[in-house]
């Protein structure tokens, strides 16, 4: 049953969050995400080997829970993509192997999508095709990219993190205030409470050409501030270091803009869930005259109906994943990663 209408299923699992969900065109029909967040959250972050097991545990029950809620047989699926990078190696595994067997005992096609571009797809599902060519930001908790899209499925990197992701920087500090994990929604939380301009704080690369990102230093600066006697109250911290990660962000953003001129502009990713991000975000947009599109939060954290909605994008493109599909931990923004297996079969 293949074809634009028919509904895609997809997988991700490449990190603390075990997820499935079914889209038929641009509509969600389910999208089940079971967060790992208490197994971790006693070791102040993503423990690997654990996720991999969790993921093994959860993954059978949280497809099944998907195709129910949908209201979908496996027989009226259309595909199937699952996420193959990045991310953690064991837990991305899990995922690609169940969709494989999953693949070929129903006789499905199947994509292998990369995680970022599932992101950047948040978007579609949340506003429908964008303008292009766009320039997207992707924050997550281990990326910090800045991406030129030409057209859907075309990506070129224009800018990275230098060290830190934005997400891992949030947690980072929230730990070092004793908040809970995952550290970014406290510190959007605590933040509220909070005078973002109390703790000096630098705003990273301000006077630097280019369109990198760095979140070390700024890091280092939330640690130091700690350790002043009296220390600062842990609100105007959070307030700070914010409002820095965020006109920092904002700012590159702007810059890379300015240059290449998009037609509109994609936030995504989990620290796309920042309200202050999200506002500052907004309103330089708005001065540069180009639309801003950012998925509400709940696309912005790990789900899987990103991923099925990519999938559909490439499903429909006539791309399909060998039998060889693999996995690659740091896969970068472009084609599938396939081990170079001589295995002929495809998936139907
Ligand atoms: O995209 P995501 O769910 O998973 C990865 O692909 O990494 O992003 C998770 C990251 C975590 O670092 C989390 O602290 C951060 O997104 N995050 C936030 C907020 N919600 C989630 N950071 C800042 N403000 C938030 N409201
Ligand atoms: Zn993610």
Request: glycine content about 10%.
């Amino acid at each position: 049953m293949e074809g634009v209408d028919c509904p895609v299923l997809g997988i991700e699992t490449s990190c603390d969050e075990t997820a499935a969900a079914v889209v038929r065109g641009r509509v969600i029909l389910s999208n089940v995400v079971a967060s790992q967040v208490d197994l971790h959250a006693r070791y102040g972050g993503v423990v690997p080997e654990l996720a991999s097991r969790r993921h093994i545990e959860r993954l059978v029950p949280v497809v099944d829970e998907a195709l129910e809620r949908a209201g979908v047989a496996v027989e009226d699926l259309g595909g199937l993509a699952v996420t193959c990078g990045p991310g953690l190696i064991g837990a991305l595994a899990v995922g690609v192997a169940y969709a494989k067997a999953f693949a070929f005992a129903a006789g499905l096609p199947l994509v292998g999508i990369n995680h970022l571009e599932g992101h950047l797809f948040a978007v579609v599902l949340a506003q429908g095709t964008f303008p292009v060519p766009a320039l997207g930001l992707v924050v997550s908790g281990a990326h910090t990219d800045l991406v030129w899209i030409p057209e859907p499925g075309t990506y070129r990197v224009v800018g990275r993190t230098r060290d830190d992701a934005a997400g891992e920087a949030f947690d980072k500090v929230a730990r070092a205030l004793g908040l809970g994990y995952p550290g970014g929604p406290e510190i959007d939380r605590l933040a509220e409470a909070g005078d973002p301009h109390r703790v000096p704080l630098p705003i990273p690369l301000q006077d630097e050409p280019g369109y990198d990102f760095s979140f070390s230093g700024l890091k280092t600066a939330v640690l130091l501030a700690l350790r002043k006697d009296p220390p600062p109250n842990p609100a105007d911290v959070a307030a700070s270091f914010q409002r820095a990660a965020a006109e920092h962000l904002t700012a590159r953003t702007v810059r890379a803009a300015r240059l290449l001129g998009p037609r509109s502009i994609l936030l995504t990713g989990g620290v796309a869930a920042n309200r202050l991000l999200r506002r500052r975000m907004r309103e330089e947009a708005e001065r540069l005259g180009v639309p801003l599109l950012v998925p509400p939060p709940e696309l912005c954290t790990d789900n899987a109906a990103m991923i099925a909605q990519a999938g559909a994008f490439r499903l429909m493109r006539g791309e399909r994943a060998g039998w060889t599909l693999g996995v690659a931990a740091d896969l970068p923004l472009g084609d599938p990663y396939e081990f170079p297996l001589e295995s002929g079969h495809k998936p139907a």
